[in-house]
């Protein structure tokens, strides 16, 4: 089983639209989960990050984690086609910022005006 | 916003030559790390380092491998003898301490990566 399992998509949405993607997790020591998104050719530009379970809001983003289940949610409200990219999950450890990620393999979101 | 750069943008190399990749963290940062992307996959931790030494390294990360900091800004990564295999895009991230939370940091930030192309 691989340790976080992301749908690599493609996901199609229209704009407006409620978008809701996700990762699971086989590894219990995971404490930190964070969202990044990446345009093509750039970096991973992080978005969101939680610690243990529960929601966090950032304007249209909502972030869940629901660690009992060793699932966790990004859902992006009245969606853009500037939000079409790939959105890549990553975990870590209790050590948050200075032990590695590790990655989703991501997903690629296009927004259709 | 201060950012994580890196040089050059694309790199190609014949196979066996050594290559380094260079990164400038963002600056008040004290923790560096390597990650690479090979086409099609997810990314995947390569090495961090803090205080002038690896603090961990992934089994990916072997003797072909090294970083440095050889000054107070630059990072880098050296390939010794590439391979067709080490064709992917490298991504160099620091992170920070966070200042009100005991023992703890903030998120690592990325850069735009380096590709690098195998011949």
């Known amino acids: 089983q691989k340790e976080v399992e992301q749908d690599p998509g493609p996901l199609s949405v229209p704009e407006g639209a409620i978008v809701s993607l996700n990762c699971t997790y086989s590894n219990s020591a995971f404490q930190y989960f964070m969202w990044y998104r990446q345009y093509s050719r750039k970096g991973p530009e992080l978005l969101m990050y939680?610690?243990?379970?529960g929601n966090k809001e950032d304007g249209r983003f909502t972030a869940q984690v629901d660690k009992s289940s060793k699932y966790i949610s990004l859902f992006i409200r009245d969606s853009q086609p500037s939000d079409s990219a790939t959105y890549l999950c990553?975990?870590?450890?209790?050590?948050?910022?200075?032990?590695?990620?590790?990655f989703g393999t991501g997903t690629r979101l296009t927004i259709i005006p | 916003e201060p950012e994580v750069t890196q040089t050059p943008s694309h790199q190609v190399t014949q196979m066996g030559q050594e290559v380094i990749l260079r990164c400038v963290p963002i600056s008040n940062h004290l923790y560096f790390y390597w990650y690479r992307q090979i086409l099609g996959q997810k990314v995947e931790f390569l090495v961090s380092f803090y205080n002038n030494e690896i603090s961990e390294k992934s089994e990916i990360f072997d003797d072909q491998f090294s970083v440095e900091r050889p000054d107070g800004s630059n990072f880098t990564l050296k390939i010794r003898s590439t391979k067709l295999e080490d064709s992917a895009m490298y991504f160099c991230?620091?992170?920070?301490?966070?200042?009100?939370?005991?023992?703890?940091?903030?998120?690592?930030?990325f850069g735009d990566g380096t590709r690098l192309s195998i011949l």
């Open positions: 990553a975990m870590s450890g209790p050590n948050f910022g200075n032990e590695k990620l590790t």
């Open positions: 939680t610690y243990s379970s």
């Open positions: 991230a620091s992170s920070a301490p966070d200042r009100e939370v005991f023992n703890s940091n903030q998120p690592q930030h």
